[in-house]
């Protein structure tokens, strides 16, 4: 933390629990006829028991894929799975995705390459308090408190 950081608030964000492992499906995969279903020019999310899916279209037509679940902080560093990403998308489909539907599930299992983890951080309300100051306006990522 910097001097900076303290001039906008000393509250530091907390791992809210919940991570996203992310992929790609690219036009020519055999499940992009499906992404292209489901999330068409837009994006498609699907929340069940704990479990989350996004499909989301990119500019150069390949789909964004998603999916969201409970995850320690460091998972992706303390888990062998995350460095074998055909072994991990069996974990997925097997652990988390076994009841979702075929659609669904091919977004994983035909996903193309490794993963990205990404840890979800939030702001708590506690303790974040800040003066407003006319003429100054915060801009960046989302920031989400809770």
């Known amino acids: 933390m910097t001097a900076d950081d303290e001039q906008i608030t000393p509250v ?17 995969n055999a499940a992009y006829r499906t992404a292209m279903s489901l999330a068409g020019k837009g994006n498609y999310n699907v929340v069940s028991s704990g479990t989350m899916l996004v499909v989301m279209r990119l500019d150069d037509g390949a789909y964004w894929i998603a999916t969201g679940m409970r995850l ?10 995350f460095s074998d990403p055909p072994a991990l998308r069996q974990w997925l489909l097997k652990e988390h995705f076994a009841e979702w539907t075929q659609a669904q599930r091919d977004m994983i299992e035909h996903s193309e390459g490794s993963f990205r983890f990404w840890p979800l951080y939030a702001t708590p309300m506690e303790g974040l308090e800040w003066n407003t100051v006319p003429g100054v306006t915060l801009i960046g990522d ?4 809770w």
């Open 142 to 145: 989302a920031a989400h408190v």
């Open 12 to 28: 530091r964000p907390e791992y809210t629990g919940l991570s996203y492992l992310t992929t790609i499906i690219r036009p020519g």
């Open 72 to 81: 320690p902080e460091t998972w992706n560093t303390d888990n062998d799975l």
